[in-house]
């Protein structure tokens, strides 16, 4: 597992409880794991490759649907859950863009059957993922199942095509509501993206693994235990 922890800014409360030092912070996380899941090559392993969001129905339903996975660690988070969660996310040169309303973000459920929020991005595939997936083989159907999953928020619009850009998910109640109830259950919150309308491409976003580009970054406020004592004013 990576380390999740990317930078931590103590804004304005220190306590302390006994020998004990908490602190309400600004963090932001990286994604501890990420990939994407293609239908026609369904038993392929894509952690190592950008994050890559093809439309349904692609090329005369040729079966290449592709849905992102991105999951981050909450567990560092203590005592309280997190708040003003902002998702953001770099739109790689390679991408072309799409208009408003084409990228959902669904947040991924504990029910039964679906992928368990623990996955292995070495081991995810179209295959291996759980009942929030289809799986009918039906290049020509949106494979998600919209009861297993939550609906977090349409990504910003990207218009212009072969443009680095950052894009970013702030002010959300869902996506504020989806991080703090995985706080609660076990603090791992797995996001997942999918085009929601059939228009022929694919778009490309950073992953964890190129290092030249920022990661994927959930930015929450949160209690965080055990800072170093000499962060508190004697």
């Known amino acids: 597992m990576r380390a999740t922890l990317r930078s931590l800014t103590v804004l304005c409360v220190v ?3 006994g020998n ?5 912070t600004s963090i932001t996380l990286a994604a501890d794991a990420d990939t994407s899941i293609r239908e026609n090559w369904p038993d392929e392993e894509r952690s190592s490759r950008v994050l890559e969001c093809r439309s349904y129905n692609y090329q005369d339903i040729s079966g290449r649907q592709q849905i992102p996975y991105i999951r981050f660690d909450l567990r560092v988070l203590q005592d309280a859950p997190p708040t003003g969660a902002v998702f953001s996310i770099v739109k790689t040169v390679d991408s072309r863009g799409y208009a408003a309303g084409q990228v959902r973000v669904y947040g991924l459920k504990d029910d039964f059957g679906n992928t368990p929020q623990a996955w292995l ?3 995810l595939t179209y295959n291996t993922s759980g009942w929030e997936v289809p799986g009918d083989d039906n290049g020509g159907t ?7 999953v939550v609906y977090i928020a349409d990504l910003p ?13 702030s002010n959300s109640p869902a996506l504020d509501a ?4 995985r706080w609660a259950n ?9 085009q929601e309308f059939a228009v022929n491409r694919t778009l490309y976003f950073n992953n964890t693994e190129n290092t030249d580009l920022a990661p994927p970054t959930l930015e929450v406020t949160g209690l ?4 170093p004592a000499d962060t508190v004013a004697p």
């Not at 949106?142 to 297993?148: F, G, K, L, P, V």
């Not at 619009?157 to 998910?169: C, M």
């Open 186 to 194: 076990g603090g791992l919150a797995t996001l997942m993206f999918v």
């Open 20 to 24: 004990t030092v908490w602190a309400q």
């Open 15 to 17: 306590l302390m409880c």
């Open 157 to 169: 619009a990207a218009a212009t095509s072969y443009v680095e850009e950052t894009l970013s998910i």
């Open 142 to 148: 949106q494979d998600i199942d919209t009861n297993r």
């Open 224 to 227: 965080l235990q055990g800072l």
């Open 178 to 181: 989806f991080v703090s109830n």
């Open 121 to 123: 991005d070495s081991g």
